[in-house]
T-cell receptor
């Protein structure tokens, strides 16, 4: 199949770290993305990683890529209530082509 | 600033009616996409275009059509709306060289 798989829900406390996991199917995927969707809004790009990288860090966000296992994770440090949203993992097989999305992980942050 | 806009943002229609959702981008992107978002399914690709006069079917294209007469616009048409097409529709665009996929704010369509 061509599914991108994610767990559906994650609940954390404010200040904790959040880790959202994703598995993808196509080992030839060249770009892997994390998008965030807040209620009633479109999707906003959080970060992306090229397939030749293992890790990418951007302020509170850390992306880890395990190509052997086709596993991607997003870690959010010091999670805030404003981080509550749906997070989508997506893969792109070639530059400029359509992204294949997972079903999204709903992150709930309690204070 | 460049942007991507969708209209209408909300629409209610009846079964069997033809509906067109507009998408307009000012990024001058060649590649444009339509997705639908449904609970339990995430985002699924409906149709996409890699340039003027180019259109392609995605994963869930039945009952939908698109046309690309210029770079800026990719309207999505539901020929005969069905209740199963009640959904939130997102238009997106990106450059042919890759990089970020930019999304519109979405169009919520209800078919009664």
């Amino acid at each position: 199949g061509e599914d991108v798989e994610q767990s559906l829900f994650l609940s954390v406390r404010e200040g904790d770290s959040s880790v959202i996991n994703c598995t993808y199917t196509d080992s030839s995927s060249t770009y892997l993305y994390w998008y965030k969707q807040e209620p009633g809004a479109g999707l906003q790009l959080l970060t992306y990683i090229f397939s030749n990288m293992d890790m990418k860090q951007d302020q509170r966000l850390t992306v880890l890529l395990n190509k052997k296992d086709k596993h991607l994770s997003l870690r959010i440090a010091d999670t805030q209530t404003g981080d509550s949203a749906i997070y989508f993992c997506a893969e792109s097989r070639q530059a400029g082509t359509a992204l294949i999305f997972g079903k999204g992980t709903t992150l709930s942050v309690s204070s | 600033d460049a942007e991507i806009t969708q209209s209408p943002r909300h629409k209610i229609t009846e079964t069997g009616r033809q509906v067109t959702l507009a998408c307009h981008q000012t990024w001058n992107h060649n590649n444009m996409f339509w997705y639908r978002q449904d609970l339990g399914h995430g985002l699924r690709l409906i149709h996409y275009s890699y340039g003027v006069q180019d259109t392609n079917k995605g994963e869930v294209s039945d009952g939908y059509s698109v046309s690309r007469s210029n770079t800026e616009d990719l309207p999505l048409t539901l020929e005969s709306a069905a209740s199963s097409q009640t959904s939130v529709y997102f238009c997106a665009s990106r450059s042919g060289g890759g990089g970020e996929l930019f999304f519109g704010e979405g169009s919520r369509l209800t078919v009664l």
